[in-house]
C-alpha cells in the first residue's frame, strides 16, 4: 500500500486538502467553504471551532476520493498573523482575531519602542500586537497559537508547538532561530509563547481518537506547517536563489528566493527561512484594483484579443487605485499616475498592464538593490496569470523568462512539505 501524504490550508474562504503520493503526484483533493469572519471596524475575528469544524468536513471529503488510512504525513498552513489563545488543553480562551484584523494599534506603538526595523511583529495587524491585546482581556490562557498551529495541535492532541514562518509576526527571530530578548520589555511570558520548529519537521503522532474518527492511518505523523503564502510559493516549483513568484491578484506581491535576508521595514519587505535559503518580498498597491478602478472584468477580457504586446504604447504609467503606495516606492501620498489617455479603451488597457509590469519590474530592481541574487526567472499565480498578453508584457518588460505555475494551491504547497520534509 502506497504512502500518501496530506496538506491543509485554512484560508479565509474555505479549507482545502491535498493528497499527494510518493513521488508528488496529486492523488485526490477537496474543499469546503467557510463562513466569512464578524467584522467590526479594525475588529476582524472568527470562532476557531469554525476552523476545526470545516477542517474535519474538508477531511472527510477527501476520503471520498482516496483511502486515509493510507496517510503517512499531514501538515497543516493557514492565514500568516491569525492568532487565538487556548488554554491547557487546547480549548480557545479568545476568538481567533484574524489575519487583517488591526484594532491593536496602542499594542503595535508599544511594540514599535522596542523592536528592532527588522523584526515582522511590527504593525496593528501583527500576531504580537494581538497576542498583546489578548493578554490584556483574557483569562486562562496557557498558549498563544497560530491558526495552522491550533488545528495541527487538534490533530495531534499536543499544542504550544508551531513553525519558524508563522512565528515570524509573533517577533520570532529566523536569523538567530529564537525569541528575541526584546520580548521580556513587552512582559510577554515565555511559557505562553509555542516552541519553534523548521517547517515540516514531524513532531507528534496522530491523536488516536482524532484517526478513529477520521479514518486516518493510526500511525499517521504530524508535520510542522506554514503560511499560506510560503504553502503557495512551495507549490510552484520555484526552489533555487533567483527563482521568483508574482502574485497578480487585488494587489501585486513578489516574492524571491534569497540566499541572505532581506528586510526593510519602511517598505514591507521581510524573509521567511526556507531551510538555507530565504523568501523575501513585498507587496505593491498596484494590481488588479487598480485595473477594476477603471475597467470591470468582463471589460477587460472583450478587450484582451485586441491587445498587441510586442507593440509598446510607449505611456509611462504606475497604476494605483488611489493614492499611496509601500513597494517598490514607500509613499502614502503617492498619485496614480495614468494620463495622457489614449482615445482607444483597448490601448488605455495595455498602457496599464504596461504599468503594471513595470511597478513589477521596479520591485525585483528593489529587492536586488537590497541584497537579493540576480533574477533568474519569474513564475506567475493569482487571477492576472490567466492572461496570456499580459504574462507576453510581463516577459518583454521584466526581462527574464515567465511562465504561469502548473500548481498554485496552497494545500498542495503544504502536501510537498509533508512530503519532503523541511526545505534545503
Known amino acids: 500500500m502506497t504512502e500518501l501524504f496530506v496538506g491543509i490550508d485554512v484560508g479565509t474562504s474555505g479549507v482545502r486538502a491535498c493528497a499527494v503520493g510518493a513521488r508528488g503526484g496529486i492523488e485526490g483533493a477537496a474543499s469546503v467553504p467557510l463562513a466569512a469572519p464578524h467584522q467590526d471596524g479594525n475588529a476582524i475575528d472568527q470562532d476557531p471551532e469554525l476552523w476545526w469544524q470545516t477542517t474535519t468536513a474538508c477531511l472527510g471529503r477527501l476520503g471520498e476520493?482516496?483511502?486515509?488510512?493510507?496517510?503517512?504525513?499531514?501538515?497543516?498552513?493557514?492565514?500568516?498573523?491569525?492568532?487565538?489563545?487556548?488554554?491547557?488543553?487546547g480549548r480557545p480562551c479568545s476568538p481567533g482575531l484574524m489575519y487583517n484584523d488591526a484594532r491593536a494599534t496602542r499594542e503595535?506603538?508599544?511594540?514599535?519602542?522596542?523592536?528592532?526595523?527588522?523584526?515582522?511583529?511590527?504593525?496593528?495587524?501583527?500576531?504580537?500586537?494581538?497576542?498583546?491585546?489578548?493578554?490584556?482581556?483574557?483569562?486562562?490562557?496557557?498558549?498563544?497559537?497560530?491558526?495552522?498551529?491550533?488545528?495541527?495541535?487538534?490533530l495531534a492532541g499536543r499544542?504550544?508547538?508551531?513553525?519558524?514562518?508563522?512565528?515570524?509576526?509573533?517577533?520570532?527571530?529566523?536569523?538567530?532561530?529564537?525569541?528575541?530578548?526584546?520580548?521580556?520589555?513587552?512582559?510577554?511570558?515565555?511559557?505562553?509563547?509555542?516552541?519553534?520548529?523548521?517547517?515540516?519537521?514531524?513532531?507528534?503522532?496522530?491523536?488516536?481518537?482524532?484517526a478513529r474518527t477520521l479514518g486516518l492511518s493510526p500511525?499517521?505523523?504530524?508535520?510542522?506547517?506554514?503560511?499560506?503564502?510560503?504553502?503557495?510559493?512551495?507549490?510552484?516549483?520555484?526552489?533555487?536563489?533567483?527563482?521568483?513568484?508574482?502574485?497578480?491578484?487585488?494587489?501585486?506581491?513578489?516574492?524571491?528566493?534569497?540566499?541572505?535576508?532581506?528586510?526593510?521595514?519602511?517598505?514591507?519587505?521581510?524573509?521567511?527561512?526556507?531551510?538555507?535559503?530565504?523568501?523575501?518580498?513585498?507587496?505593491?498597491?498596484?494590481?488588479?484594483?487598480?485595473?477594476?478602478?477603471?475597467?470591470t472584468t468582463d471589460d477587460m477580457d472583450r478587450m484582451t484579443p485586441l491587445l498587441c504586446p510586442d507593440e509598446p504604447t510607449g505611456l509611462d504609467y504606475y497604476p494605483l487605485p488611489k493614492p499611496g503606495e509601500r513597494f517598490p516606492i514607500a509613499d502614502p501620498v503617492l498619485a496614480p499616475r495614468i494620463t495622457p489617455r489614449p482615445p482607444d479603451d483597448h490601448r488605455f488597457f495595455q498602457a496599464l498592464l504596461e504599468g503594471i509590469a513595470g511597478v513589477e519590474a521596479l520591485a525585483y530592481q528593489r529587492l536586488q538593490q537590497l541584497g537579493a541574487p540576480t533574477l533568474r526567472r519569474v513564475i506567475s499565480i493569482g487571477g492576472g496569470a490567466r492572461n496570456d498578453a499580459w504574462t507576453h508584457i510581463r516577459r518583454r518588460i521584466v526581462g527574464v523568462p515567465v511562465s504561469v505555475a502548473a500548481q498554485t494551491e496552497a494545500s498542495y504547497g503544504t502536501a510537498l512539505l509533508a512530503l519532503q520534509g523541511p526545505p534545503r
Not at 508563522?166 to 532561530?177: E, H, I, M, S, T
Open 108 to 154: 503595535a506603538e508599544r511594540i514599535a519602542a522596542v523592536a528592532p526595523p527588522e523584526s515582522g511583529a511590527h504593525g496593528a495587524s501583527s500576531a504580537l500586537a494581538k497576542l498583546l491585546h489578548l493578554l490584556a482581556s483574557t483569562g486562562g490562557a496557557c498558549h498563544a497559537v497560530h491558526q495552522a498551529d491550533w488545528i495541527a495541535g487538534r
Open 219 to 295: 500511525s499517521a505523523r504530524i508535520v510542522a506547517g506554514t503560511t499560506d503564502g510560503v504553502a503557495a510559493f512551495i507549490a510552484t516549483g520555484a526552489d533555487a536563489p533567483g527563482d521568483a513568484v508574482t502574485s497578480l491578484g487585488t494587489t501585486l506581491v513578489v516574492k524571491q528566493i534569497a540566499t541572505q535576508p532581506i528586510f526593510a521595514a519602511g517598505q514591507g519587505v521581510y524573509s521567511h527561512r526556507l531551510g538555507d535559503k530565504w523568501l523575501a518580498g513585498g507587496a505593491s498597491n498596484s494590481g488588479g484594483a487598480a485595473l477594476l478602478a477603471h475597467f
Open 159 to 210: 499544542h504550544g508547538t508551531s513553525d519558524e514562518n508563522n512565528a515570524l509576526k509573533l517577533g520570532y527571530d529566523p536569523v538567530q532561530r529564537a525569541w528575541p530578548s526584546w520580548l521580556d520589555q513587552l512582559g510577554v511570558s515565555r511559557q505562553m509563547l509555542p516552541t519553534i520548529l523548521v517547517p515540516g519537521t514531524p513532531f507528534a503522532d496522530i491523536d488516536p481518537a482524532i
Open 65 to 89: 476520493r482516496v483511502d486515509l488510512g493510507r496517510v503517512a504525513r499531514l501538515a497543516v498552513d493557514g492565514t500568516s498573523g491569525t492568532l487565538l489563545l487556548i488554554d491547557a488543553d
